[in-house]
């Protein structure tokens, strides 16, 4: 099976900070990339499909790229709002893996 | 709206069954793939199975194969898990999850609020 994983497990930046976050496939999956964001306490939200097609209703800031293996989230300028961890997950087949997350965190 | 919401969830025994329901409405149901998602306390999310949107393929994650089954009632816009030989690691919170489309595998779009399950003596 293909494994997801993400980089880094942590990390804390400041407000207005542009933050990137990793997520590597131990194959290529093309494009078949999608991310999700997660407050604390809160159901996973999608963000992010097809490696770069941002979801319906989410903010500019955010965006993804990559293709194959390598693939990036980046928040342009983070916001208090986006304390979270996020998700990367493969679906180009079954099992449709998830990354271990990325807690996000406010310096 | 578009929504999902389980049901289901509890309290049972190591060794026990439990079946959880999710029901979904604001789309037709029967056009999309739906999923199963876990994620245990404080741990990360986890694929646990899905059921296509067109014809009757089901896929399952290793750790429940033969355990576990899905099933859909397109007729009550409801799907099912249904879960035998519960472990302690099947603790979790599950969610039901809606593909992008049709497709066994795609992006998932729709959450819903999940339904906690606890596995203990």
């Known amino acids: 099976d293909i494994q997801m994983t993400q980089s880094p497990s942590s990390l804390s930046a400041s407000v207005g900070d542009r933050v990137t976050i990793t997520c590597r496939a131990s194959?290529?999956?093309?494009?078949?990339l999608a991310w999700y964001q997660q407050k604390p306490g809160k159901v996973p939200k999608p963000l992010i499909y097809?490696?770069?097609s941002l979801q319906s209703g989410v903010p500019s800031r955010f965006s993804g790229s990559g293709s194959g293996t390598d693939f990036t989230l980046t928040i342009s300028s983070l916001q208090p709002e986006d304390v979270a961890t996020y998700y990367c997950q493969k679906y180009n087949s079954v099992p449709l893996t998830f990354g271990g997350g990325t807690k996000v965190e406010i310096k | 709206e578009v929504q999902l919401v389980e049901s289901g969830g509890g309290l049972v025994q190591p060794g026990g069954s439990l079946t959880l329901s999710c029901a979904a409405s604001g789309f037709t149901f029967s056009n999309y793939a739906m999923s199963w998602v876990r994620q245990a306390p404080g741990k990360g999310l986890e694929w646990v199975s899905t059921?296509?949107?067109?014809?009757?393929?089901?896929y399952y994650a290793d750790s429940v194969q033969g355990r576990f089954t899905v099933s859909r009632d397109n007729s009550k816009n409801t799907l099912f898990l249904q879960m035998n030989s519960l472990r302690a690691e099947d603790s979790a919170v599950y969610y039901c999850?809606?593909?992008?489309?049709?497709?066994?595998?795609?992006?998932?779009?729709?959450w819903g609020q999940g339904t906690m399950v606890t596995v203990s003596s």
């Open positions: 999850a809606r593909e992008r489309s049709h497709a066994p595998t795609d992006a998932f779009e729709i």
């Open positions: 059921f296509s949107g067109s014809g009757t393929s089901t």
């Open positions: 097809a490696a770069s």
């Open positions: 194959q290529g999956i093309s494009n078949y």
